[in-house]
């Protein structure tokens, strides 16, 4: 607690700890020293029972019981936590839908030929998601199947058709109950907006129907935006295949230009990535003294560019400040989400240009160079050259770059896990049900500086493929995963006989990156193939979803929908509902009988760990395969 | 004797104390306003945080008697106001030179210039009771503010003696429930809980683990 928090704390990355002693030393304020001078932080506000919708109010109820039980407008505990609970919802789910639209319009401009620096490079998915929607590619060239796609994915943005087409992935039984439960998604942008409304004083109530509308809000971002997202970056930019990467603060070289791409919309870095090559701009950087120009990727953004050309990683959501601190970074090149606003007053203590890109992300401090598809491998070549440009201001002696680089593999996307097991989930289903595998589970999310940074997914994660459980990574998770050498093929070692075996035999890790946070679609869309081939629902699977380290409005979308999907998923970080015992109730309890999956909450990885296990034990008992009984999946106390 | 009393259990943290009290010590008495005077106003309170996350504690002046502050004071500007009981700092007399803040069991005093009617110097600030609120029937401002119950202002012995029938009570409910005299209730304690485990979870990376 406070601010004289050990190093050792913060992070369990020597490369964060390096960087973060030299901010102390050099009084550069971080993230750290920024969450404690916000502690203590508002109760009320942690505990969902503030509302400030309207102003009648602010109005906060007293979590004792003494205090005032109601807000003005009569909205009691449970009206307010559903109520911001669905708002934050709506928020995540509006981040990844837009940027869904995003990658769509420009889909859209390149199947009209409009845009530079992009190219239809899966076509056989753009055939495949073609026919999904029941669009015949037959005889027709690829930019007019395109066209149709997008016009198609256009209408499900909208509310004209009602209906969103990816959600048919979803087993039979799965897409029914939404039905009957009214949380089938009609339309990507019109839930969110009927969120709002919602949630507006005096409409919506009720907190269970609040909380319903919430789930298929949520559903609406993950068999929508963020699989628009996902499928068609796929179409544009290559569907992901195994690849060998490098991962933390080593990936940046001294003796070259180094440009950190950070953010999570690929369709800019991968232009960048084209323009670095352009024998113009090396030739400048050589003049100037450097060896060549060296991209590294942070959070999303990096993992699209790491999944799809093996991008070396620099980090993670708490690395972003760090890797400023490096005194190597000539340039941070900024889409949109999660990049912290004081990227900018870091960097001014370095000779670091930060470059923003997007019309609705600018930061004070930034240089905005507006990005334009129709002319994205000019401005890609513009942005390369401002970071080129700025290292003749690098200042050598402020040079520090920790360590060298942990080797790391990407690029397992749904098609790539099918491919290494022979085109089928046949031999996927036979390990699990001889209990070679136990089960899936899906750690994800982000880095949140009340955890460690990066204990939360790696322990968890250790201790799952450990006892046999295969683990599938995106976001924060997969840098955090990397660092810890438990994504290299090698490291199957680390895993229980069952899995070692199976990913010896594949010669695939025992932990998978499935890519950016829009990717954990590709999770689902996993989920629902495996369903599917076993003629059952999602629920029944030996499946979970954990986001151990989670901070942002996103995540709180993605563990909705994955819940949602019927698979069980165990927060590490509290949500804002402990102020409503109803509202704990619901998600931690009742969910079950309502969506047969709902939420843990757990802190501890270790703990964290046992649950999980004892969930997919049950699930395999229910399905009559050989499992373990509860008492028999040892608690950390009892374990040696 | 009236008294601000803490029911430390109840704190969570919100700091609408804090703004409360730099509203009353302000020349407009007026949220609205108060932030944009110059000099700024300042909380007298001071929320500070436990040993975990989720737990806070209101420290401000406890008004002792006597009061290491005034006994060194040498120039009597902090002095016992006996009419009313408390502790008051004349800003007139104050030369700064904080002894007051260096004896002070609590560290609640603190150097800034006031902004009503003290001189426009730097001087010492600390909790003046809201004695002109309470003398025209209100109660203090930071006590007003709290709508958790973990400010209380009222007799010393009565809000000891009603603390005391609660801690009885718990005790005769369980002779281990000793590390708060009230049972939260299930939210305030599932959220606490979290910030417990966190905390030891981050404890635990700092000793060495994994």
Known sequence: ?640 | MKTVFVNPERCIGCRQCEFACAVAHSRSHDAATAPFETPRPHSRIHVGTGTTYNTSFPNKCRHCDPAPCVEVCPTSSMHRDRERDVVLADGHKCIACAMCAMVCPFDVITFHSAANGAPPRVVATKCDGCVERVSSGEIPACVEACKAGALVFGDLNELIAAGCARESSAMLTSATAVSLATREPDGVAGWRAWGASATHVNEEVRHGKP
């Not at chain 1, 909450?601 to 004892?614: C, F, G, H, S, T």
């Open chain 1, 1 to 640: 607690m406070a601010s004289h928090e050990k190093l050792s704390q913060l992070s369990i990355n020597n490369d964060a700890r390096a960087m973060i002693a030299r901010a102390r030393e050099e009084g550069i304020e971080t993230v750290w020293d920024r969450l404690a001078a916000q502690q203590p932080q508002c109760g009320y506000c942690a505990m969902g029972v503030s509302c400030r919708n309207c102003s009648m109010g602010p109005c906060r109820v007293d979590p004792f019981g003494d205090g005032p039980q109601k807000g003005v407008c009569g909205a009691d505990a449970d009206i307010i936590v559903a109520r911001n609970l669905g708002r934050t919802i709506a928020a995540g789910a509006s981040a990844h839908s837009d940027h869904g639209r995003d990658i769509l319009e420009v889909f859209a401009e390149l199947a009209k030929g409009e845009t530079s620096g992009y190219e239809l490079r899966d076509e056989t998915k753009l055939r495949s998601l073609a026919e999904e929607r029941g669009i015949d590619p037959t005889g027709r060239r690829p930019n007019e199947v395109a066209s149709d796609l997008a016009e198609a994915m256009m209408e499900e943005f909208g509310t004209a058709k009602g209906h969103l087409s990816f959600s048919d992935r979803a087993p039979d039984k799965r897409t029914k109950l939404w039905k009957t439960l009214g949380i089938d998604p009609r339309g990507i942008d019109r839930e969110n907006v009927e969120m709002l409304h919602r949630t507006h004083m005096g409409v919506d109530n009720d907190y269970v129907n609040t909380l319903l509308h919430g789930l298929r809000t949520s559903l609406s971002d993950g068999w929508g935006g963020s699989m628009v997202a996902t499928e068609l970056s796929d179409v544009m930019f290559g569907t992901p295949q195994p690849v060998a990467s490098r991962v933390n603060l080593g990936a940046l070289k001294a003796d070259y230009v180094n440009i950190a791409l950070h953010g999570h919309n690929p369709l800019l870095s991968d232009v960048i990535m084209q323009a670095a090559e352009d024998e113009e701009l090396v030739a400048r950087a050589r003049e100037l003294g450097a060896k060549g120009i060296n991209l590294v990727g942070l959070c999303c953004t990096g993992n699209e560019l790491q999944m799809r050309k093996g991008l070396p990683m620099a980090g993670n959501h708490l690395m972003q400040e760090l890797v400023l601190l490096t005194g190597a970074l000539d340039a941070m090149v900024v889409d949109y989400q999660c990049i912290m606003p004081s990227v900018t007053d870091v960097a001014k203590c370095f000779h670091t240009e930060v470059i923003s890109t997007a019309d609705k992300a600018k930061f004070t401090g930034a240089t905005h160079i507006s990005f334009d598809p129709r002319r994205g491998y000019e401005i890609g070549k513009e942005i390369v050259s401002h970071g080129v440009e700025a290292y003749a201001n690098r200042n050598p002696e402020r040079v520090r770059i920790p360590g060298d680089t942990v080797e790391m593999m990407a690029g397992f996307s749904v098609e790539a896990i099918l491919g290494a097991l022979g085109g089928t989930p046949e031999p996927l289903v036979e390990a699990i049900k001889a209990g070679k595998i136990r089960g899936a589970v899906g750690v994800v999310g982000c880095n949140n500086p009340k955890i460690s940074q990066d204990h939360g997914h790696v322990t968890l994660t250790r201790r799952l493929i450990e006892n046999d459980i295969l683990v599938l990574v995106t976001g924060c998770s997969a840098v955090a995963n990397g660092k810890a050498g438990q994504m290299m093929p090698e490291a199957a070692e680390m895993a229980g006989p069952g899995l070692k075996e199976v990913c010896k035999a594949l010669g695939i890790p025992p932990v998978l990156h499935m890519g950016s946070c829009v990717d954990n679609t590709r999770i689902l869309t996993l989920a629902a193939a495996l369903a599917n081939y076993l003629g059952t629902d999602i629920s029944q699977l030996p499946l979970a979803g954990a986001a151990p380290e989670w901070y942002s409005e996103k995540a709180v979308s993605i563990g909705a929908y994955v819940v949602a999907s019927g698979i069980y998923t165990v927060l590490g970080v509290q949500p804002a509902i402990f102020g409503s015992p109803n509202v704990v109730n619901l998600l931690a309890a009742g969910l079950e009988d309502v969506v047969g999956a709902k939420f843990a909450i757990e802190a501890d990885p270790e703990k964290a760990a046992v649950m999980i296990r004892r969930h997919i034990e049950s699930k395999r008992a229910a399905l009559g395969l050989p499992h373990l009984e509860t008492k028999d999946v040892e608690a950390p106390s009892e374990a040696a």
